[in-house]
């Protein structure tokens, strides 16, 4: 079982940064596939960003490129999603999902097997 903790959403203006962390416990993380996805009200849950299985690759929604960041540091079973220039349309709670194999599609939350709460970002205008 891997449990998942999200941290560092808040309140930023438009162009402000934040960097997002999600802490894995339970079973080391170094050959998991990590995901962020966001879901803003009365929209679907869609994918944001991910690291390959193996670690070498990143994966990100056109929305957010050139913008987000993804990167891990397996010793510490942490990943991170620096997210700069934000928008307002980059409001969203954002999940953190990992799954001990090689999803698929990186873009599907139906690939990924654990799931955090949550951290709410909000991008004022």
């Known amino acids: 079982q891997v449990q998942l903790v999200e941290s560092g959403g808040g309140l930023v203006q438009a162009g402000g940064s934040l960097r997002l962390s999600c802490a894995a416990s339970?079973?080391?993380?170094?050959?998991?596939?990590m995901g962020w996805f966001r879901q803003a009200p009365g929209k679907e849950r869609e994918f944001v960003a991910a690291?390959?299985?193996?670690?070498?690759?990143?994966y990100y929604a056109d929305s957010v490129k050139g913008r987000f960041t993804i990167s891990r540091d397996n010793a510490k079973n942490t990943v991170y999603l620096q997210m700069n220039s934000l928008k307002p349309e980059d409001t969203a709670v954002y999940y953190c999902?990992?799954?001990?194999?090689?999803?698929?599609?990186?873009?599907?939350?139906?690939?990924?097997?654990?799931w955090g709460r949550g951290t709410q970002v909000t991008v004022s205008s």
């Open positions: 339970g079973r080391t993380f170094g050959s998991y596939a």
């Open positions: 690291f390959s299985w193996s670690g070498t690759r990143s």
């Open positions: 999902a990992a799954d001990p194999s090689a999803p698929k599609d990186y873009g599907l939350g139906a690939y990924y097997r654990y």
